[in-house]
């Protein structure tokens, strides 16, 4: 009898780990994304805490708070509503923004605390997911 020498590793075993290795990059996946948008959040809920910082500033300063006047309230913040923010509570100019989460959007409104901090995850324009509040008394959604 000759003897065959088989070296290397048939199709099904290639077949097999490369099952096992997309499983893994799978489940990876899913929690990265997890961990990033945890993360991101929590980035939106410590502005909300800046701006409520620097709005105490504002009122200490003027004599009163900064307020966007919005239809309908902030129901749905705008890149714009952030941008007025960083330029008049921070006095931030072109890209050195101190509010700035990826994919979050801010506006302050009237409120009979004084003011009330509206923000939320944006995507295709409307608000998602959890609206994040916080008003001058310090009670907060989040």
């Given at each position: 009898?000759?003897?065959?020498?088989?070296?290397?590793?048939?199709?099904?075993?290639?077949?097999?780990?490369?099952?096992?290795?997309?499983?893994?990059?799978?489940?990876?996946?899913?929690?990265?994304?997890?961990?990033?948008?945890?993360?991101?959040?929590?980035?939106?809920?410590?502005?909300?805490?800046?701006?409520a910082?620097?709005?105490?500033?504002?009122?200490?300063?003027?004599?009163?708070?900064?307020?966007?006047?919005?239809?309908?309230?902030?129901?749905?913040?705008?890149?714009?509503?952030?941008?007025?923010?960083?330029?008049?509570?921070?006095e931030?100019?072109?890209?050195?923004?101190?509010?700035?989460?990826?994919?979050?959007?801010?506006?302050?409104?009237?409120?009979?605390?004084?003011?009330?901090?509206v923000?939320?995850?944006?995507?295709?324009?409307?608000?998602?997911?959890?609206?994040?509040?916080?008003?001058?008394?310090?009670?907060?959604?989040?």
């Amino acid at each position: 009898m000759t003897e065959l020498n088989n070296r290397g590793f048939s199709l099904i075993e290639l077949l097999v780990v490369v099952a096992i290795i997309g499983a893994l990059a799978a489940v990876g996946t899913m929690a990265y994304n997890g961990y990033v948008g945890s993360a991101k959040a929590s980035a939106a809920k410590n502005s909300l805490q800046q701006i409520a910082l620097m709005e105490q500033d504002y009122q200490s300063l003027y004599g009163s708070y900064h307020t966007q006047q919005t239809e309908g309230g902030c129901s749905s913040p705008s890149s714009e509503n952030t941008g007025d923010i960083n330029t008049t509570l921070f006095e931030s100019e072109g890209d050195d923004k101190a509010v700035d989460v990826e994919g979050y959007e801010f506006c302050i409104e009237d409120h009979p605390t004084g003011f009330k901090i509206v923000g939320c995850q944006i995507k295709a324009g409307v608000c998602v997911g959890t609206v994040l509040t916080l008003n001058a008394k310090g009670a907060k959604s989040f």
